[in-house]
């Protein structure tokens, strides 16, 4: 099957467009995804689907078998039953796994679940709307009621405006920002407080601790970035925009003439048709920045405004830097051959890899990832490859870096193994696993039943 990509371009028309949070949580997969300007959609890669899975770079040995189901112990604490679910949004973080859906209720009535408890209800809530802060602890939905949009917030209502869109939390989920139409202009509301208008909004997004707010809005045809209610140049059109994690940092795409040009702190970067959406990202510690990027029939990756090796394809998502920045990855395709390349050199060549991602440790000294060789999917780390899976999906590592752990599936049924341990299986897993503040390994699972249950081992 194709793996459809999106390549993010700039559209001088757009009006204001929402974040989206796009879920199948029956299918037990919810994500995130901005919903920025773009002129069109493009095939960047061909591979197998692999809908939760994680890729890595380097195989020296593969074992002889996958682990032995049921050695590893769960302990299960009842979230509530999934009935009638719309969509869905998920957080995974050390602050533990949750898990929200906007379930149809009676009459035609909408509520919001968050880990099983249900929230008020109203004649229509826009499923695409809802959100999750990073670590899960609020929740923000777009509904309607007596014909006016608000946001709502953990469960108390916003003021009405003829339309809402663009909900944001910040990483830590202090602060809340979104865009709001009345009379016909558009403006950025943070906590509460109304900006200056604009014709349209269209990508908002804020620092890891919310004290800086950045957006894209257009006046008189023409496109401005705002930071902290301060316009910058204009352009005829704007796209992708990142802050970094500090808020000192900000890149942003624009178009220029017939092409498009990432400017990081006003820097222009090399001019391409377009960048992966959702790609541009700074490093944790804010002193790099990159993105995947397109020209013709070829990719490449961008780093620090230098151009990468060039490829037939690339997945979708972000490059993915390791803690401290030194070094960064991502999965690409030459002819027909997958891998992932790191700092700049190919590893090993596959028949698919992983579009989630590669996964550092956090000291960035071990690197883990899923990668195909036929039909079956297989695990590798510290160059060791374990195979027999179906799919394979989030990889993650301990604080300490030394145990690793990672979501998988087998004849559709959805487990856990942890450093070769595996679980009982399950109809499937919905959110993480994630390695909590406590040491302890926690994720969502659904039951047969449709029952959602919140796991823990050590």
Known sequence: ?????????????????????????????AARQQLAPFLGRRDLALGMLALLVITGICVRAETNAAPTAGQLRLQLERLGTLNRVITAAKSESMDGCHFAAVIQAAQRARSVMVDGGKGPLFAWIDEQSLVLSANGKRVAYVAVKDG????????????????????????????????????????????????????????????????????????????????DGQAGSEYEGLGALALSPDGKRVAYMARKGASCVVYVDGQAGPECDGIVEGSLVFSPDGKHVAYKAAKGNLRFVVLDGQAGPEFDGMAGGRPVFSADGQCLAYEARKADRWSVVMNGKSGPGFDGVSEGGPAFSP?????????????????????????????????????DGKRVAY????????????DGQISPQYQGVVAGPVFRRDGKLECLVLDDDNILWRATAR
């Open 363 to 399: 000291d960035g000294k071990r690197l883990a990832y899923g990668a195909s060789l036929g039909e079956k999917w297989g695990f590798v780390v510290d160059g060791q490859r374990t195979p027999g899976y179906d799919l394979i999906g989030k990889i993650v590592f301990s604080s």
């Open 407 to 418: 979501s998988a599936k087998n004849r559709k049924k959805g487990f856990i193994v942890l």
């Open 1 to 29: 099957m194709n793996l459809y990509l999106k390549l993010t371009v700039v559209n001088r028309n757009s009006a204001a467009r929402p974040r989206l949070g796009l879920g199948v949580a029956v299918r037990l997969l």
């Open 148 to 227: 006016r949009q608000s946001a709502v917030v953990d469960g108390q209502e916003g003021p009405g405006y003829e339309r809402v869109a663009a909900l944001d939390f910040s990483a830590d989920g202090k602060k809340f920002a979104y865009a709001a139409r009345k009379g016909g202009k558009w403006s950025v509301v943070v906590d509460g407080q109304a900006g200056a208008e604009f014709d349209g909004i269209g990508v908002l997004t804020m620092n890891a601790d919310g004290s800086k707010v950045a957006y894209s809005a257009s006046k008189g045809g023409k496109w401005v970035v705002v930071v």
